[in-house]
């Protein structure tokens, strides 16, 4: 069984979206890439990522299409 990880830690969420672990702490800084941080230790969610990833495909005029 397979569990949806809700979510990540920077360096996984770095993996996740192809960059280095800087530029996620870099897009952390700049607001571009929201975060929860608790009790010393910093989250990613899931749908902070996703976000991200569609925000970049809209900036770079790219859309989704399902394939038939």
């Known amino acids: 069984m397979s569990v949806e990880k809700l979510f990540y830690r920077p360096n996984e969420a770095a993996i996740a979206l192809g960059i280095s672990r800087t530029a996620v702490f870099r897009l952390i800084k700049t607001g571009e890439l929201q975060s929860i941080k608790r009790e ?20 770079a005029g790219l859309t989704h299409r399902e394939v038939a």
């Open 40 to 59: 010393g230790y910093r989250l990613l969610p899931a749908w902070a990522l996703r976000d991200y990833a569609r925000a970049l495909e809209a900036e």
